[in-house]
Antibody
Framework: QVQLVQSGAEVKKPGASVKVSCKAS????????MHWVRQAPGQGLEWMGW????????NYAQKFQGRVTMTRDTSISTANMELSRLRADDTAVYYC??????????????WGQGTTVTVSS | SYELTQPPSVSVSPGQTARITCSGD??????AYWFQQKPGQAPVLVIY???ERPSGIPERFSGSSSGTTVTLTISGVQAEDEADYYC???????????FGGGTKLTVL
């Protein structure tokens, strides 16, 4: 079945970087953009950006430009999101979600289970 | 910056109809999507392209659009529908994805 499985929880100190992975299975990895969305404790959803697994092209939300890097490894159907210069307010659950490259208007139809990132000194 | 505005909360009794609105200036030109999120779980897509329902989503979930407002309607609300609901769309230039602030649906 189609699923996105994310890496485990992380605890980081302020100023450090974190890398979250998202492994896809059950579908053609290159055929879907991978979006990253985060949710701070008790807060709403916040879009971070996307990567096109086909060519590695990216589009980052302005808020995260300069701090976020999205990559992919097509050989293992995995997308990665790295966030640098972490601050306490980066503490959140980070989700990956796929969007069809062809039928983009079908929306974020499959989500990963989420990865909790805690930033604390 | 562009925003999508949702009411913070909506309350209905079981069997009634719940309507959750989402307003944004670009909505006449951009599709809207709706997600259901229960505590401790990832969001689930319940409506795409304003009014289409993904397979597996109950028929009681429907979406509509009128001008700068889109609406998620849940007919015959059940206790299991109690959750947070988020609308999502794109900005006018179609470069950024935007989420509404979320609406907590309480089933009385």
């Amino acid at each position: 079945q189609v699923q996105l499985v994310q890496s485990g929880a992380e605890v980081k100190k302020p100023g450090a970087s974190v890398k979250v992975s998202c492994k896809a299975s059950g579908y053609t990895f290159n055929g879907y953009y991978m979006h990253w969305v985060r949710q701070a404790p008790g807060q709403g959803l916040e879009w971070m950006g996307w990567i096109n697994p086909n060519n590695g092209g990216t589009n980052y939300a302005q808020k995260f430009q300069g701090r976020v890097t999205m990559t992919r490894d097509t050989s293992i159907s995995t997308a990665n999101m790295e966030l640098s210069r972490l601050r306490a307010d980066d503490t959140a659950v980070y989700y990956c979600a796929r969007v069809s490259a062809v039928e983009g208007h079908n929306g974020m139809d499959v989500w990963g289970q989420g990865t909790t990132v805690t930033v604390s000194s | 910056s562009y925003e999508l505005t949702q009411p913070p909360s909506v309350s209905v009794s079981p069997g009634q109809t719940a309507r959750i609105t989402c307003s944004g200036d670009a909505l006449p030109k951009q599709y809207a999507y709706w997600f259901q999120q229960k505590p401790g779980q990832a969001p689930v897509l319940v409506i795409y392209q304003d009014s289409e329902r993904p397979s597996g989503i109950p028929e009681r979930f429907s979406g509509s659009s009128s001008g700068t407002t889109v609406t998620l309607t849940i007919s015959g609300v059940q206790a299991e529908d109690e959750a947070d609901y988020y609308c999502q769309s794109a900005d006018r230039s179609d470069t950024s994805v935007i989420f509404g602030g979320g609406t907590k649906l309480t089933v009385l």
